[in-house]
């Protein structure tokens, strides 16, 4: 038995004392803001404070722990106001964000030793951290700031920005009750009068007249956009493409919330996030989206009013009569609007360029951003199923090498282990060649 504290906690600890401490924060303690990267102390991710020094927990046992202070990303602020944190976010430090939680404990540790360190220093001490999205250059901008105790200037905008993950199904339910405007994209063939082509139709599963891009507005005036894209840690599918519409929309963005939409490709359509495609395919029809919006509601404002839709017009979440200026919100007017038909495509006006408030402005910051210096963005690793295994890969030291022999007997004694399997190499070029072991 061991006692350690862990961010300002007193535990007991009573498992093999060769377990690294990483596995007990995540495993045992469901701490999953330390992250797994390379099990060998190379890379930074696992990195958290042990009696105030930056230590890599995936190497570190359970047994060098006894008796000390662990203090993880969840423990460093609890609620993300730590200078190292601030300085992350003011600067827009992270894109997949996965290293970041290792990258601010390393960043935090030198601060606490150093409040003034050097351009050298900050180099020497960051060293150790990798960074596979290259974001060096901001990581080093920021430990520079949270030195000098400062709020950068480039500051991001829309931190009201609330980030759900639900289902669509259970979305749908909360906007039924909401009681105002519900949305689907219907994009009629991505209609040559709205849409340029850009190849979308070509890919598995192609673009779904109806690709369930929904949008909704409820009596207070929120708006609901759904996420139908996989998150790969550039910000497209649940920053950019949200923006798109929101903007298309005339929507505040402090007043946005972003649901994500389960994988589901027959219903969404392609939901590939690769090859740089997820903003070239949906540019288009996420415009027509928030477009079509836009006009429902001018035309239930106009109805309300008694007066030609042409004299309404959409300004940042309200809907103003330009004769007299009256204003409603959108929330106001969004059952009316519900109750309007779609507009085709020939009544859609896009916004001229010069007009947009968000789209190529970079005044929106990446909506994962408090979630990822605090710890609480979720990862592939992070979630947890019932009856969820684990498997452990023992990869040749050399590239293409292969397996000569091998004894599971020993592995197989260890409790919990079930099975060894061996994985037959792929040809070259192995890239886009997946073992067969993975179809």
């Not at 000098?148 to 920005?161: I, V």
């Not at 929120?222 to 929101?246: D, F, H, N, S």
């Amino acid at each position: 038995m061991a006692n350690v504290q862990v961010n300002g906690q007193e535990r007991t600890f009573g498992g093999d004392p060769s377990m690294p401490l990483m596995w007990y924060l995540r495993d045992e303690l469901g701490l999953t803001g330390t992250k797994f990267g390379c099990g060998v102390a190379l890379c930074g991710a696992c990195t958290v404070h042990i009696n105030g020094e930056a230590v890599r927990s995936c190497t570190t046992p359970m047994s060098d722990v006894a008796g000390k202070k662990v203090v993880t990303i969840e423990g460093l602020d609890a609620n993300g106001r730590h200078p190292v944190q601030v300085a992350w976010r003011n600067i827009g430090v992270p894109q997949c964000g996965y290293c970041q939680t290792g990258q601010i404990m390393n960043a935090a540790a030198l601060l606490a030793k150093t409040p003034a360190p050097t351009d050298a220093e900050i180099d020497a001490a960051m060293a150790g951290n990798l960074c596979r999205c290259g974001c060096y250059q901001r990581i080093h901008a920021a430990v520079r700031a949270a030195s000098r105790g400062r709020e950068m200037t480039h500051h991001h905008r829309f931190s009201g920005l609330i980030i759900h993950n639900v289902s669509r199904r259970d979305m749908l339910k909360g906007i039924a009750t909401a009681g105002g405007l519900v949305l689907a994209a219907q994009i009629p063939g991505l209609q040559p009068a709205l849409a340029y082509p850009t190849g979308a139709e070509q890919m598995p599963d192609g673009v779904r007249t109806d690709p369930h891009i929904f949008l909704s507005i409820a009596k207070d005036g929120t708006v609901t956009i759904v996420a139908a894209r996989a998150e790969m840690g550039t910000g497209a599918a649940r920053t950019t493409l949200p923006m798109i519409i929101a903007d298309e929309l005339e929507a505040n963005f402090d007043r946005v919330r972003i649901v994500q939409g389960e994988g589901d490709e027959k219903k969404y359509g392609n939901q590939d996030t690769d090859g740089s495609r997820s903003v070239r395919h949906w540019l288009q029809p996420l415009r027509q989206c928030g477009a079509s919006a836009r006009l429902m509601l001018e035309q239930a404002a106009a109805k309300r009013w008694n007066v030609a839709v042409g004299e309404v017009q959409a300004v940042q979440h309200e809907l103003v009569h330009k004769p007299t200026g009256r204003k409603l919100g959108y929330g106001e007017v969004a059952e009316e609007a519900a109750a309007l038909p779609t507009p085709t495509a020939d009544q859609i006006r896009l916004k001229d360029p010069s007009a947009f408030r968000y789209i190529g402005k970079g005044n929106v910051a990446v909506v994962d951003l408090f979630d990822i210096t605090t710890g609480r963005a979720i990862y592939g690793q992070d979630v947890m199923r019932p009856g969820l295994k684990f498997a452990v890969i023992a990869r040749s030291p050399v590239v293409g090498g292969t397996i000569v022999s091998y004894d599971a007997s020993a592995a197989l004694k260890v409790p919990g282990v079930e099975k060894v399997v061996k994985i037959d190499p792929t040809p070259a070029p192995a890239k886009f060649n997946p073992s067969p072991a993975w179809r």
